[in-house]
């Protein structure tokens, strides 16, 4: 594209912010694409996604191939399970201690061994299963809980890799160092979480 | 005006009208923002957490990391004395001595034991938690309050760590030495109100 065809657009789309202001690029698949997007707009569930994936990127490859599954199905079973009946959310306090163990025990980057990790996985997309957000209506619900199923697993394997990505750089410490920070973000949620109640 | 040098000016207005419209400082977003900017924005916390970075790459391995990660830990700790209201007494006292104290120790090249740096950066770690964490409660959204405030403290002592990394050279090593000065002289001057 070149200058002479770009300047008329930017200067109709500078004098008419609204239209990029609409964002209603989702339309029919809003439901989809928000569910999906779920763990970046809801801290409480994207905490807990982090969480495991940073945990399962201190772990050998081979215990985070069938963790990683794992969570993939139990957290589709959940949000899957929440379109046939009314599931409460999880509590913050459960997601705050729940974050802040799988952050200590991502710091001290011991390796689990396999079933462990999986059960933890599990326990991990159970949670954030629970915390997706279904719409009323039939064919909204649906979307929603297909996105939400997407987002658990996708939000998990993106963080994963970008942390493993990190310690193949600069070495395992890295993992460390966001493990102290999941840590950490626990512990000060598990202090408002009892001030908020 | 040509059209050669209205485009990039109708682009720079495109993206400027776009990004004051969109963010309210509503939702989560606000929340992590606003925590994240904190210790950004406040340069005794600054001072402090490259000064921890700086420290810990300095010492070397292990520090280089041991530090940055006790640091957080106990931040928590203390943000979670703050939370539930906890006074903790001479909190920006602490927070200006912790830039004063961690720029000396750079400055003079002191090389104290690991665990004596790791518990002089704990206690420090405590003040900067409480600070962030009193203001926690009242944030747009707490959790991702916290996220952002410890993102943002983390990534302060990559800023210090990846400078401390010229300690690999002579010059280097004077060039660390001599920011540690001017980061304990700031502390000096957060301590006695002059900055």
Redesign the interface.
Known sequence: MT??S??PL??L??VS?DV??GHDAFGDLGPFYGALLHPL????QG?IVAAIAVLLARQPIASVRWAWIALAIVGALTVGLGLLVPLAGPG?FVI?LSAAGLGILA?TGSDLGLWPSIVLSVGAAVLAGLAVDLPDGTRAAALAAFGGMVGISLGALLVWGLVDLLQTRFGR?AG??VG??I???G??????S???T | MT??T??PA??F??LF??VA??HTGE??GG??VTGFLHPILGWDHVAAMVAVGLWGAFLGPPAI?LL??TF??V???G???G???VPVPGIETGIAASALVMGLAIATAFRPPLTVAAIIVAFFAIFHGHAH?TE??SAT????Y??GF??GT?LLHLAGISFGLLSRYDAGVMAIRGMGAVIALAGLGFLTGTL
């Not at chain 1, 512990?187 to 408002?192: H, R």
């Not at chain 2, 959204?141 to 991702?144: G, K, R, V």
Request: aromatic share 8%.
């Open positions: 200058y002479r770009l300047a930017a200067g789309l500078a912010p990029a202001l707009a809801d801290p409480t905490l913050l705050a710091l410490v460390a160092v102290s920070w840590a950490a973000i512990t000060m949620a598990i202090a408002f009892i001030v908020a | 059209k050669r209205l485009a109708s682009i207005i495109l009208v776009s419209s969109a939702g989560a929340g992590f990391w940055p990660v957080p830990l931040m928590a700790f943000g979670a004395l939370v539930v209201g964490g926690m409660p959204d707490p959790l991702a916290a996220a410890v993102v983390g």
